[in-house]
């Protein structure tokens, strides 16, 4: 076996399990991992397809005769993967943004091209459709190619039950006549409705919650004002204590935890206690001298296979806070890998739950277990759950951070930083939480830090 094509239609087969060594239970996992990195194939992190969609809207706005370009579709409902860009365009005169368009520098193939509509595949792999719309249907193109397929649906009958037809040309009549389309809030004023933001266009309710008047008002980055999740160069970080502190300051927030992982994960050169107190000490130092930032003094504790925490309850007693999470045993069945967690939970010292499913897109599936069971213990505890905003994890997910939401549950947005650049990807934490439908009140690291404290010390102990 020499490609991934032949190890493939071997573990269909049957022919893995046969060999010394190998099973079944191996066999199925080889085909899962295949599975993923198919799909991974097929989409990216928004994250990267930001890095191509920004310079490349630049490109476009700067040529003359165009006027609005804007990213549609997935990437702008903030999915964390998407499939491609689909851009949207409005010029004036004899604009040719066409041909501006398909020389690009970064394109690599020029899949069709028209007077307006084209398609390109950049070097990068990632398909690319620019289509250039008339100026009084921008609003009713940009809805149109916005919105998933069931958010389309829904809102195209509250137009039928209206006498209208939606569609990417605007609003009209029954007879034809132009009623609206020029901006997006012209087509949901048509069926009676306020702007509902792009983040929640999935048909998981959004419309009826506008009906009922009662959208929320989604979080924004400048709500937040500390991150409770960095690493520093004592274990698998990048920087010191000081040089996160100060970048964090530069970010604009107030306070943040210091949260190096533990001794069980070697890889990461955990800290053991010694080397942890010595840490709670420098911590002390720098809070005497840092002004406009407070470093509060955190651990991600390692969960083992049992569900207990790696640390001693004397060292946890002496720290702000304490972020549990899971780095192995990825594979136990649902119910095993379910009580490790809520066994943790309940653990004397345990303040947030990290990466709740321990995903990696692209590279590794969400563990199997019952994240219903997590919120509401989380829920019942007292404690809170992360969503990291490291661009591989994005975790929770939309749909358990709305469900968390729904619950009482109290999510944190961290960064899980190993750099001081890292705060930057709390941007991509911020859209994952709007995607999950959350407010300012339902992000624990949006309190005031005597706010937070109070709150982290009732998880403790």
Known sequence: IETL?????????????????????????????????????????????????????????AMPGVDKVVVAGSYRRGKETVGDLDILATTHGESRVMEHFVHYDEVAQIISQGATRATVVLRSGLQVDLRVVEQHSFGAALHYFTGSKAHNIQLRRLGQQRGLKINEYGVFRRDGQWVGGDTEASVFESVGLPPIPPELREGRGEIEAAQAGRLPTLISLSNLAGDLHVHTLATDGHATIEEMARAAKAAGLSYLAITDHTRSLTVAHGLDEARLAQQLDEIDRLNEQLQGITILKGSEVEILEDGSLDLSEAILARLDLVIGGVHSQFHLSSRKQTLRILRAMNSRYFSILAHPSARLLGERQAIAVDMQQVIATAHQRGCYLELNSQPQRLDLTDVYSQSAKEQGVLICINSDGHSANDFALLEGGIEQARRGWLSKEDVLNTRPLKTLREALRATMG
């Open 5 to 61: 094509a032949q190890l493939e239609a071997a573990a269909r087969a049957g022919r893995v399990r046969e060999l010394p060594g190998f099973g079944e239970k191996t066999e199925r996992g080889i085909l899962d991992s295949i599975a993923t990195h198919h799909v991974a194939r097929q989409r990216v992190q928004r994250q990267v397809a930001h890095q191509f969609a920004e310079p490349l809207v630049t490109y476009l706005q």
